[in-house]
Structure formats: structure tokens, C-alpha cells
């Protein structure tokens, strides 16, 4: 069906900035909504952003401003463009897919393996 697969995680400073990419490979025909998620040590995992084959996007209140979601469909990948990053950005950040079109059926719940994050000085 689909596997997922991030890049660009690693350290950075506080107010830096931090590129993450997830690349979608498998027998699929199209994928309706990508997204990003993470998880810190001692909390549950939140959603970051979303975004849809038509280019609608949302994102968490926490992020809002300084992280930019975008995705290329004919390479069926997303990215992550993250600014102005501080300490409590740091966490796994998985990449997530949802509403994807097999020719088998419609399936969801697709992740990646996760990639981490750290922003420390």
C-alpha cells in the first residue's frame, strides 16, 4: 500500500530553522491528506499540521506563524519548513497519511517511522 519515510531531523539552536521531508512510496493512486505530527517525552502525540492534495492547510495554535506545511504530489512528498524554533519544539515528529486511494479500496492511518527534533543551545 504506502510506507512513509522522514528525513531532516537533527539539532538546532533556538530561533534556528530545520527542513523535515517524508517521502510516500508504494502501490497507491493518490493521497488525500499528509500531515505532521510529535510526540515530546511525557506527552501524548499532537497533531503539527496538515495538509491536503488540494493545497488546504491547518495547523496547531503552537506552530501557527513559524512552521509552513507544503507538499509535492507528483513526488508524494511533504515537507515541514520550521522558523523561529525553540526547546519545546523538540520532540519525534511522524509523518502521517491519510484517505489513500489503492486499488484495493480507501485506507488511512499511515505513519512513518519518526524523525527527531532537538533545539537546544
Known amino acids: 500500500q504506502v510506507q512513509l519515510v522522514e528525513s531532516g531531523g537533527g539539532l538546532v539552536q533556538p530561533g534556528g530553522s530545520l527542513r523535515l521531508s517524508c517521502a510516500a512510496s508504494?502501490?497507491?493512486?493518490?493521497?488525500?491528506?499528509m500531515g505532521w505530527y510529535r510526540q515530546a517525552p511525557g506527552k501524548q502525540r499532537e497533531l503539527v499540521a496538515t495538509i491536503t492534495s488540494g493545497g488546504s492547510t491547518n495547523y496547531a495554535d503552537s506552530v501557527k506563524g513559524r512552521f509552513t506545511i507544503s507538499r509535492d504530489n507528483a513526488k508524494n512528498t511533504v515537507y515541514l519548513q520550521m522558523n523561529s524554533l525553540n526547546p519545546e519544539d523538540t520532540a519525534v515528529y511522524y509523518c502521517?497519511?491519510?484517505?489513500?486511494?489503492?486499488?484495493?479500496?480507501?485506507?488511512?492511518?499511515?505513519w512513518g517511522q519518526g524523525t527527531q527534533v532537538t533545539v537546544s543551545s
Open positions: 502521517n497519511a491519510e484517505k489513500i486511494r489503492t486499488v484495493q479500496g480507501v485506507f488511512s492511518g499511515y
Open positions: 508504494g502501490s497507491f493512486f493518490s493521497i488525500n491528506v
